[in-house]
């Protein structure tokens, strides 16, 4: 198990390497000078330059990345040049409120998703396993935009339930801060659980097909104990790459609901630095939410590992 | 046969197919005593493992099956859910083909044993592990502790076969069914995993029901044998009454491409020709007279029924039976 772990730590490397890359090239190739954007649109030529010069843009591309992952190696991601705060500061101010976003979010598509994949399986063709499979993709294909406006005007602008808009920290107030979260996470989790059912749904109907199965109906066992154990845990696997999948995409992707309910989360945190063109700002930020999923899908991997003993024991 | 643990009347297995009704399973009669065992022989699809499935109920949720099943006094074809959950595993078990299939990758060879023990006996974890290991040992499995924490890719085809077969003894079941349980497995190990199936019936001194496309494995393991061809019986006979003479030819084809040691190497086997009738397209008459070198006349047009030759115990269906003396 530990030679296991090793081996996919070491997996690690050279996909950050890449991903620190892409990073890069894509900020620098963005169009605008960064000199300019600090200094206006007023600057002299002289002055552009010499601050081009001060900031080391005159040099090739791949000195300017060597001494980025440089700093980087040393924990200096850099720092915004229009607020003045490190981008590892202002990461660690956001990504609470996207990481709490991203847990309330994926358990309620896992607490919707789950048991209606369950129940879809064991009667797989009923009227009952028609009309979910239906629903979850009608609810596929609506944009989180939208739900989340259909959330706000049920629940907050009708029955005046919930604030449509804000954030309190869990610290100072966990009621406010959860009343805050409900609609946000209750929008994306809406996303959610759709892939969820469909995924675990489809692979329990084909685990219950298996010969074990049978075996396990011919030895007697209640069936709930075939549904939830024979067929669930070797289902499980494709559910956790889906759930893998959707928190490492939740980490920055959670930029609409953000935007719209006004967290102050790393979804928000990019698309500012996007519209004040803060270049250091954003591929600091890219970069640490690209870690991250990295990191959750490694997370998976072992996962995986603790599910299918055929994985540990390197058979798969 | 009212005196028998199982039997099984008139049962018709219909199975819808795209391409019209598939009857699996075509008026079979059939019993077991308490204690016998039975051999079902036939090839690739004529309806053995229909028939096993439609004894333990477990036929496909698309199949209709008519007829009765009764088991101990009970009709299992109308016995409820609940009722039927507490026999299987308990008074009645099996054993499938595929070993690599038929226990779950994920969970560990203790769990599957011990699950099925705590389902039907009364006893504790410890008394269940206990459980376990002297049944692991009693089908000779090395050391049996340490295999209760592995998994089964763990284990060897025959260890796993091994394990299925300490499954299905765990709760002292009155009938086996084997479904041709060595099948998937070397032929250095075949031999192994039939004795100790014999020695556990013997001992146990439970019904069993071995289901073989392989006469050779019901001699001299069975009382009785059943053959079967597209759904039917065609021939059913004591053992020894069997090879001393066997009637239907099929049955003859049977054991006549069965290899044997005494010819030369390179000898063609004498291999049935043709194949098993379409099951979505029944024939008019018997279902092997296209195959049949001794068909003729009323063969292709009437179906021979299932009747007695010389002794009660010994049935056939064919209107050529091959003569008296002339058995293999």
Known sequence: MLFFVARRLLYLVPVLIAVSVLTFVIASLLPGDLAYVILGDQATPENVAALRHDMGLDQPIWLRYLGWLWHILQGDFGRSFRTGQTVWQAVSDRVPVSFELMIFAELIGLAIGVPLAIACAAKAGSAFDRFMTGTAFGMLSVPTFLSAILLIYLFAVELRLLPATGYVPFTEDPVANLRFMVLPALTLGLAEWPGIMRVLRSDMIAALQEDYIALAKAKGLKPSRILFVHALKPSSLTLVTITGINIGRLIGGAVIVESIFALPGIGRLLVGAIYTRDLIILQGVVLLVAAGFVIMNFIVDLLYAVLDPRIRHGHA | ?328
Do not use: W
């Not at chain 2, 013997?202 to 494995?217: F, P």
């Open chain 2, 1 to 328: 046969m009212s005196g028998a643990l199982l039997s099984v009347e008139d049962a018709v297995v219909d199975l819808p197919t795209p391409r019209g009704n598939l009857r699996a399973v075509d008026h079979v009669d059939l019993a077991v005593g308490a204690g016998k065992t039975l051999g079902i022989v036939g090839e690739s699809g004529c309806g053995k493992t229909m028939l096993s499935r439609a004894v333990l109920q477990l036929l496909p949720k698309k199949a209709r099956l008519s007829g009765r099943v009764m088991f101990d006094g009970q009709d299992l074809t109308t016995l409820s859910a609940e009722k039927l959950r507490k026999l299987r595993g308990r008074s009645l078990a099996v054993v499938f083909q595929d070993p690599m299939t038929s226990l779950n990758p994920v969970l560990t060879i203790g769990t599957q044993l011990i699950e099925t023990i705590q389902e039907h006996l009364e006893l504790d974890l410890a008394q269940a592990r206990q459980r376990s290991t002297e049944l692991l040992a009693a089908v000779g499995i090395p050391a049996p502790e340490q295999r209760l924490a592995q998994y089964p890719h763990q284990l060897s085809g025959g260890m796993r076969q091994r394990v299925a077969i300490a499954v299905a003894l765990s709760c002292e079941p009155q009938l086996l069914i084997a479904d041709e349980p060595t099948t998937a497995l070397d032929v250095t190990i075949q031999a192994q995993i039939l004795d100790l199936l014999a020695r556990e019936q013997q001992r146990r001194h439970m019904a069993m029901i071995i289901i073989t496309h392989d006469l050779g494995v019901v001699a001299g393991r069975t009382d009785e044998v059943a053959v079967m061809y597209a759904g039917r019986v065609v021939e059913r006979a004591p053992t020894p009454a069997l090879f001393k003479q066997m009637r239907m030819p099929y049955t003859e084809a049977l054991l006549a491409a069965l290899p044997k040691l005494d010819v030369p190497p390179h000898t063609p086997l004498p291999a049935i020709s043709g194949r098993p009738p379409d099951p979505t397209r029944p024939l008019k008459g018997c279902s092997f007279s296209p195959r049949c070198r001794y068909s003729a006349g009323r063969c292709s047009t009437e179906k021979p029924r299932l009747s007695p030759a010389e002794t009660l115990e010994h049935l056939y269906a064919c209107f050529h039976p091959l003569a008296a003396g002339s058995g293999a």
